[in-house]
């Protein structure tokens, strides 16, 4: 089992983009260079953050992306489910149904057994991921290691921002 | 995120073999016969049981596999991690040090948060996963399904099961 690489670029993007002032965005190929990363191989995950509503796209040759909502308002489930599909990673293909002396449909109506147990430890995972917000994983800029990011990030986004009133 | 779809086949083989008498293996081609999958690629995962030490295997024409613990010493993480391996689903690629400023290298002695967040997360995964046993999942054949599911194993194992003593 392994998540895509696109879920670490996904929520530091996430992460950058929080730090933005409200009448700026941030062009894929300013996060790519940040992080750097492939501008294109971002871009397929920035947009599917933008159809998950995570992230909001202004268009054109001044337009980027920034938060389409609150940091406090996405979480690390949403950011992973936006870049990995909503589908369960255990997907029962009801081999129990298979074979040369299949059980009776009556006895398939209720969930297999297996099935259930590995939905329930997805579960876990899913609240885990849930509990996070992009809000809790803003490091205090109080400490050294905050205020190191924050005067990274600054520096950046004063060369890269692009500000503008924004109507979408 | 997708579990491969050995997994399912691998827990109900292991399922099937806990049913076996002591004295007893199942060749993998009856396994792969009895859940209607491919014997090839059964074959690859029934070895990785063998090589996690949750499956013995009996080499020879008439050698198979059978259980190498009790069904309620195999978890269901037992079987995800031989099957899938150790390594967490997130692999953190440490793009926060990446870059064209990347942070004075005394700012990564410290885990990266996300990082740290999603292991987290994955950690909740596993416990729910090592909660379960195989002799959990085994149905009560009190019940008309437990019933049915013996019957039909057992019938089953009676024309496939090799009976011989093990030395392994």
Same mark, same amino acid.
């Given at each position: 089992?392994?998540?895509?690489?696109?879920?670490?670029?996904?929520?530091?993007?996430?992460?950058?983009?929080?730090?933005?002032?409200?009448?700026?965005?941030?062009?894929?190929?300013?996060?790519?260079?940040?992080?750097?990363?492939?501008?294109?191989?971002?871009?397929?995950?920035?947009?599917?953050?933008?159809?998950?509503?995570?992230?909001?796209?202004?268009?054109? #040759?001044?337009?980027?992306?920034?938060?389409?909502?609150? #940091?406090?308002?996405?979480?690390?489930?949403?950011?992973?489910?936006?870049?990995?599909?909503?589908?369960?990673?255990?997907?029962?293909?009801?081999?129990?149904?298979?074979? #040369?002396?299949?059980?009776?449909?009556?006895?398939?109506?209720?969930?297999?057994?297996?099935?259930?147990?590995?939905?329930?430890?997805?579960?876990?995972?899913?609240?885990?991921?849930?509990?996070?917000?992009?809000?809790?994983?803003?490091?205090? #800029?109080?400490?050294?290691?905050?205020?190191?990011?924050?005067?990274?990030?600054?520096?950046?986004?004063?060369?890269?921002?692009?500000?503008?009133?924004?109507?979408?």
């Amino acid at each position: 089992m392994k998540l895509s690489d696109g879920i670490e670029q996904s929520i530091h993007s996430v992460l950058m983009l929080a730090s933005l002032g409200e009448d700026s965005v941030l062009a894929a190929a300013a996060l790519a260079e940040f992080h750097g990363v492939s501008t294109s191989y971002l871009l397929k995950h920035l947009q599917a953050l933008a159809g998950a509503r995570i992230l909001s796209s202004v268009p054109g #040759p001044k337009g980027g992306y920034r938060l389409a909502r609150a #940091p406090d308002k996405i979480s690390l489930l949403d950011i992973v489910i936006a870049i990995e599909g909503a589908a369960p990673a255990f997907r029962c293909a009801e081999i129990r149904q298979r074979g #040369p002396s299949p059980l009776d449909a009556q006895f398939f109506r209720a969930p297999c057994g297996v099935n259930a147990a590995m939905l329930r430890a997805e579960q876990a995972y899913r609240a885990e991921l849930r509990k996070i917000s992009i809000a809790d994983l803003a490091t205090d #800029p109080q400490t050294p290691l905050g205020a190191a990011i924050e005067a990274r990030g600054c520096a950046f986004l004063d060369r890269h921002a692009r500000r503008q009133s924004i109507s979408t």
